[in-house]
């Protein structure tokens, strides 16, 4: 049986650093990640369907972004924001302390979620949302969003998974 996901959130630009500490780092792969951006590639990598709506800059960022989002599989309905960047993040690989990070997010195009968003990306046969509580405190237009999906998904009968 399969399953369809509907999430909203943050997807980001990470540049993963080459070496433990960012302040000797030279070199960085970038990644696609986010926590709704992971929780919906897993569930396409599992055999089932996923729909992420989120904002992304109208940058080269975004569009690589989009790229690997689609490259994955996953549905994904983005806004381009052309007034906001693409929110980043740069990070080491830590082990059980997780590594050292630097957050570029404030301004992102994230912030400029509404739920206006959600209503346009809304489908028939969503089994379950995923809500988690990042993308709720980027801004208030942001939690309007997250309360719009869940009003969706409530009136549907979906399920709703909630990562605080």
Do not use: K, Y
């Not at 000797?24 to 599992?46: D, M, P, Q």
């Not at 590594?99 to 379950?128: F, K, M, Q, S, T």
């Not at 990042?134 to 979906?158: D, F, K, N, W």
């Amino acid at each position: 049986m399969t399953t369809t996901l509907f999430t909203v959130g943050e997807a980001l630009a990470v540049f993963l650093a080459d070496d433990p500490e960012l302040s000797t780092a030279r070199r960085f792969e970038r990644i696609t990640s986010g926590a709704e951006v992971n929780v919906a590639a897993g569930f396409v990598a599992a055999g089932h369907r996923a729909r992420l709506v989120s904002r992304v800059g109208d940058d080269a960022l975004g569009v690589a972004v989009e790229r690997d989002l689609r490259d994955w599989g996953v549905d994904v309905s983005l806004t381009r924001d052309v007034d906001r960047h693409t929110g980043v993040l740069v990070r080491t690989v830590g082990g059980s302390d997780r590594g050292n990070a630097l957050n570029l997010r404030c301004g992102a195009a994230i912030e400029g979620l509404h739920p206006d968003d959600v209503d346009h990306a809304w489908v028939d046969g969503i089994d379950a949302v995923f809500v988690s509580g990042t993308t709720a405190v980027r801004s208030p237009s942001a939690m309007a969003a997250i309360e719009r999906m869940v009003e969706q998904a409530t009136s549907a009968g979906s399920m709703v998974v909630v990562d605080p």
